[in-house]
């Protein structure tokens, strides 16, 4: 009987596949390499002998990701591993999870959480030592939560951050910028090819001063943060919606100056730029075609790693985003300078990044639990988490593994990512059900405020306009208390 309930034409294709012994133990070995030897499955997670039953693991958009979990599972337990694979598209018309676990984006538990498709998760089982909680960064271990009780295991949650040319900076005597306002000056020192010299391109190559992430699903995450640093007074507890009403935010002054900005950055752009991920960003800035990027280091793909192994190697370091010297008060609806115990930066998380949840369905929670814990622990989890691109290192004793998730590793990137998880200053991006559509307008109101279709203010009140019927289409009751779940803000009134 299908777990799945969808309309005839909308019917989903799984990928199931089921993985031989056979293969499993060369597959293994090239997986493997010489790695230091993998922790062993506790033994309340291994299959028992005495039953058939197998694993059951679904794997949203992460394909290859999954194939690695099964192949390393198998070469583990000796047991086969059930796996399917489907889309995010697919998930969100699901009525129940053919499966024990799901790994999923981190933004997307929200969704899964309120429609009673997962279970939360054993506490007294997160206190196994063997999974050490404590040596999950900071900030990813709040993605693990959904209000007050834990969802979900971490397995990589990457944050944009600038990563850079310090050949080029330093030939032009710059610093990384602090605030956005210094970023923006940089812009028009970075585009002059004449100024940099020999580290320039060729005349007839492409150059941007600085690659941000604007392809679809990624405009909208590039202003949320910018505008982190604006919009996280000390007294604002929900800055993109109001905790009372769930009143959308979106076009407040944080946002607004954080869009004036964006438009005015990409008015200095070439006007045929390509709209980049993170990931093409990233491959950009590899490749010689800018200075900056907005972005997290990561794997290259095939073919711009073979480009890279062809062309000399440019040497590339990195630092947080830039933070803002004030910040917008929300009581007093005026712009005021943080004090001096405040931090300048701010950290927007759940924009990428892979997690692990129970669903309800599990025939056994337990076991589906210490599956997921023993995926995310040890140096297993930097060998396996690593093989999908969208994670990162998310445990200090990770660090001397970095190079684990990139082709090359720019220097301190380790340092730089920990600094960035223990930021004071945090706001979630969407993680609310119906996030993807929240998002999807709002990168609609972006680009035509970056294209001049629209003012910055005119297009955030069309994005505000939007975000309302979104929210009438979900229920505003349904919103505005999975809103209030997921601040840990479900008792207030």
Partial sequence: ??????????????????????????????????????????????????????????????????????????ARTESEIELQTATAAELVQAKRLPADVVITASAAI??????GLVV???????????????????????????????????????QLLLVY??????????K?????????????????????????????????????????????????????????????VSPLFDYTTFEPLIAAPPFQRALEELADCHKHLPEN???????????????????????????????????????????????ELPGSPDVFNPGTQAWEPLNAAEDSRAALLAISGRVGLVTATSADPRRAQGFLQWLASGDDSSRICSQSRATTLFRNSQ???AERWLDARPPKFADVLQAAQSRARWMWSLRLPGHVDYLAELHTSVMAAIRGEQSPADALLSAA????????????????????????????R
């Avoid at 929200?110 to 429609?115: F, H």
């Avoid at 040319?165 to 710059?174: A, G, N, S, V, Y």
């Avoid at 009751?477 to 779940?485: E, G, I, M, S, Y």
């Fill in 110 to 115: 929200g969704e899964l959480i309120e429609r």
């Fill in 165 to 174: 040319r310090p050949d080029i900076f330093e030939h032009l005597q710059l």
């Fill in 273 to 319: 730029r390509e709209l980049f991920t993170p990931a093409d960003a990233y491959e950009a800035l590899y490749l010689g075609r800018c200075a900056m990027a907005l972005t997290w280091p990561q794997r290259l793909s095939e073919a711009a790693s073979d480009a890279f192994v062809k062309s000399r190697p440019f040497p590339l370091a990195c630092s």
């Fill in 176 to 236: 990384p910028p602090q605030t956005w306002l210094a970023y923006r000056e940089l812009l028009e020192k970075l585009k002059d090819r004449v100024a940099l010299g020999h580290l320039g391109p060729r005349p007839d190559a492409p150059w941007q001063a600085c690659a941000e992430p604007l392809a679809k699903g990624w405009a909208a995450q590039t202003l949320l943060a910018r505008a982190a640093p604006y919009a996280l007074h000390r007294d604002q």
């Fill in 120 to 158: 939360p998760l054993d506490p007294k089982q997160l206190a196994d030592e063997a999974f050490a909680r404590q040596d999950i960064f900071e900030l990813t271990r709040r993605e693990m939560s959904w209000g007050n009780q834990p969802f979900a295991i971490p397995l990589g949650s990457p």
């Fill in 465 to 492: 306009k939007k975000w309302r019927e979104i929210t009438a289409n979900l229920g505003l009751p349904q919103q505005l208390q999975a809103h209030r779940r997921n601040l840990g803000l479900e008792n207030i």
């Fill in 399 to 401: 660090v001397p593994a």
């Fill in 1 to 74: 009987m299908t777990m799945f309930a969808f309309p005839p034409s909308a019917a989903p294709d799984f990928t199931r596949r089921r993985l031989l012994r056979s293969a499993a133990a060369g597959a293994l070995a090239a997986f493997v390499g010489c790695e230091s030897k993998p922790a062993a499955v506790p033994p309340e997670v291994a299959p028992s002998k005495a039953t058939a039953q197998k694993l059951r693991l679904l794997v949203i958009d992460d394909s290859d990701f999954g194939s690695a979990i099964a192949r390393e599972w198998q």
